[in-house]
């Protein structure tokens, strides 16, 4: 099992899903909801941060064949990511 290429892709999912917040936070911004406005850009700012951290320190794993167990992992971790990476925002402005 490589670990290592799970979370090059891991943290490329990570730097996508903030890319993909900008559209919500920027709505915030249309709208004038400042609570929201703030949850997202922390949010966008922290997975920008964490996302590419961890891609440059696994730039240099080349993509390649990734066995089923790599595989398997890859998708759980990849749905935990993505549910807390979309969670973040509702924690940061105290909506949960």
Known sequence: MN?????RV???LILLLA???????FLSL??????????????ISLMILVGGIMH???????PG???TRSSFLLVALSW???????????FISGAI
């Open 30 to 43: 249309i709208y004038d909801e400042t609570d929201a406005q703030i949850a997202f850009f922390a949010s």
């Open 80 to 90: 935990i990511v993505a549910s807390f990476c979309g969670a973040l925002p509702f």
């Open 19 to 25: 890319g993909f917040m900008v559209i919500p936070a």
């Open 65 to 67: 064949v990734l066995s």
């Open 10 to 12: 891991i943290s490329i």
């Open 3 to 7: 670990i290592r290429q799970v979370l």
């Open 56 to 62: 440059f320190y696994f730039r240099k794993d080349r």
